[in-house]
């Protein structure tokens, strides 16, 4: 079975950094992905990790420890634009290689 | 490329009627993915295909649901009969062959009403 837990909302400043945290307990682990949703716009790609460690890009990173079963994604000199949803999704091989689970989201708020 | 492209963009229907959502993948991707959006289920994959082929089914909830892919540039989902708790939105999404990353790419979605 798939779990995948995430806040369900956050608030930052504009400017400031923010840390989206993600837990996952699934069958099987064949990666994990970070995708951004504005409001009523489609999810769009922003990170993958397959190996634990940082991937940095941008302003953002993403983060994983595989034994840990964490992710994080660190978002830094926030704008008003990066308020959207952050969805953490994991890729399971069990049920085919392109399979991959979503969490529910983690809605931003950047204040001024 | 124009991305993934899905019709209509809003749909407004009556419990009973047939719906039928339509799909148009990135050329050139072997894969793709109907997912559907809820506030109190966030996104679920329905179904998915391979070179056309349905791969993972499991995701369809009920018999109303189908899903055909009859060539590599076009799909559809149809709910049939459709009740009012089908309504979401509903995306598609494809994706090329496993590799780095091999993200998915999402088409604008399909926001169906059911009254």
């Known amino acids: 079975g798939q779990n995948i837990d995430q806040p369900t909302e956050m608030t930052a400043t504009e400017g400031a950094i923010v840390q989206i945290n993600c837990t996952y307990q699934t069958s099987g682990f064949n990666g994990l992905f970070w995708y951004q949703q504005h409001a009523g716009e489609a999810p769009t790609f922003l990170s993958y990790?397959?190996?634990?460690g940082l991937e940095e890009k941008g302003r953002f990173s993403s983060f994983l420890s595989r034994s840990k079963g964490y992710s994080y994604l660190l978002l830094k000199e926030l704008q008003m634009k990066d308020s959207a949803s952050y969805l953490c999704a994991v890729r399971d091989p069990q049920g085919g290689y392109q399979k991959v689970t979503f969490g529910t989201g983690t809605k931003l708020q950047v204040i001024p | 490329d124009a991305g993934v492209i899905q019709s209509p963009r809003h749909e407004v229907t009556e419990m009973g009627q047939e719906v039928t959502l339509r799909c148009k993948p990135i050329?050139?991707?072997?894969?793709l993915f109907w997912y559907r959006q809820t506030m109190m289920r966030g996104l679920e994959l329905l179904i998915y295909f391979n070179n056309n082929v349905p791969i993972d089914d499991s995701g369809m909830p009920e018999d109303r649901f189908s899903a055909k892919m009859p060539n590599a540039s076009f799909s559809t989902l149809k709910i049939q009969p459709s009740e009012p708790r089908d309504s979401a939105v509903y995306f598609c999404?494809?994706?090329?062959?496993?590799?780095?990353?091999?993200?998915?790419?999402f088409g604008p979605g399909t926001r169906l009403t059911v009254l």
């Open positions: 990790n397959v190996l634990d």
């Open positions: 050329s050139g991707h072997d894969y």
């Open positions: 999404a494809s994706s090329p062959q496993p590799g780095q990353g091999s993200e998915q790419f």
